[in-house]
């Protein structure tokens, strides 16, 4: 099928390896063919090799039932298939633009890039950044060598610029007095 598989692995795993054979149809391959799920896939026959492509590449002359197929009722051929490899990913995209041509409703949610299933989106399926208020209401730090960026010799912001002996000056108590004068 176009896959190199490491023959030191297990025959069951070594065929999940090919796109489109899950578990379960990888099992269902060794039992029809009685070949020994546990055993090395590098010490198969090459007539078990030659058998497995066979029944992989048609399931349904293996007296496979259809709902174990991948694709059934093909909407092109009206076929049961069963899709491997790069076909399945083709066959995927073709669907999905087929479905936005015809301007269905999975086809519009397939463009908003939204559920398709009919799952609910109200609190999960969200993508991108966080929507709503800002957490803490911190402004971003900012980083350092940019023209707003503190340098070694500036004041932190926490503490107080102006010189402790400012704040008892007489200039400033004036001030304090001149609104109260002005009430009277």
């Known amino acids: 099928m176009g896959n190199d598989i490491p023959g030191e692995r297990k025959s069951i795993v070594g065929l999940t390896q090919i ?24 010490n198969l026959s090459d007539a ?4 497995i492509e066979k029944l992989i ?3 349904i002359g293996g007296n496979f039932p259809t709902w174990f197929l991948n694709r059934n009722k093909d909407i092109e051929t009206g076929a049961n298939l069963h899709l491997l490899t790069s076909d399945i990913p083709f066959t995927l995209r073709n669907d999905i633009e087929r479905e936005r041509i015809t301007a269905s ?15 609910r989106t109200r609190t999960s399926g969200r993508k991108g950044g966080a929507v709503g208020v800002a957490k803490g209401g ?4 900012v980083k350092k060598g940019s023209p707003g960026a503190p340098t070694a010799d ?3 912001a926490n503490e107080a610029t102006v010189p402790a002996d400012a704040a008892t000056s007489p200039k400033t108590e ?5 609104p109260a004068e002005k009430t009277k």
């Not at 796109?19 to 590098?42: E, H, P, Q, R």
């Not at 078990?48 to 058998?51: L, P």
């Not at 999975?106 to 463009?111: Q, T, V």
């Open 138 to 141: 911190l402004a971003s730090p």
């Open 105 to 119: 409703w999975r086809g519009y949610r397939h463009l908003s890039g939204l559920k398709v299933r009919g799952q």
């Open 174 to 178: 004036e001030k304090k007095e001149a």
């Open 57 to 59: 590449l048609d399931p």
């Open 19 to 42: 796109k489109g054979i899950g578990y379960n149809f990888a099992t269902a391959i060794l039992d029809t063919l009685k070949i020994n799920s546990n055993s090395n896939i590098g």
């Open 154 to 156: 500036a004041a932190p």
């Open 48 to 51: 078990n090799i030659k058998a």
